[in-house]
Nanobody, 123 residues
Framework: QVQLVESGGGLVQAGGSLRLSCAASGGTFSSYAMGWFRQAPGKERESVAVISRRGVSTLYADSVKGRFTISRDNAKNTLNLQMNSLKPEDTAVYYC????????????????WGQGTQVTVSS
């Protein structure tokens, strides 16, 4: 059973940056494809970025391409999301998720979830 704990959320002005981190424990981190998902108020949860088990492959939502970067450190069991040029529409609860297998973008394919961290971007 993998436990995931996100950190790094907060309040930032539009155009600013935040770096989210997700600490994993209880499993073999390098066996899991990982992803960041987000849910804004009144909206369904959506995929933001996903990364393969070795970090070779990444996929991004069109809305964040060129602004967000997903990365992982398998030696430290950590997943990161660097978010630059933030926009008010990026405001959401951000979740870290993992799946035992290859990279996927569909949230239903993910078995393990963190509790989420709030990101609020003011205009």
């Amino acid at each position: 059973q993998v436990q995931l704990v996100e950190s790094g959320g907060g309040l930032v002005q539009a155009g600013g940056s935040l770096r989210l981190s997700c600490a994993a424990s209880g499993g073999t981190f390098s066996s899991y494809a990982m992803g960041w998902f987000r849910q804004a108020p009144g909206k369904e949860r959506e995929s933001v970025a996903v990364i393969s088990r070795r970090g070779v492959s990444t996929l991004y939502a069109d809305s964040v391409k060129g602004r967000f970067t997903i990365s992982r450190d398998n030696a430290k069991n950590t997943l990161n999301l660097q978010m630059n040029s933030l926009k008010p529409e990026d405001t959401a609860v951000y979740y870290c998720a993992g799946r035992n297998g290859p990279i996927r973008t569909i949230q239903e394919n993910y078995d393990y979830w963190g509790q989420g961290t709030q990101v609020t971007v003011s205009s």
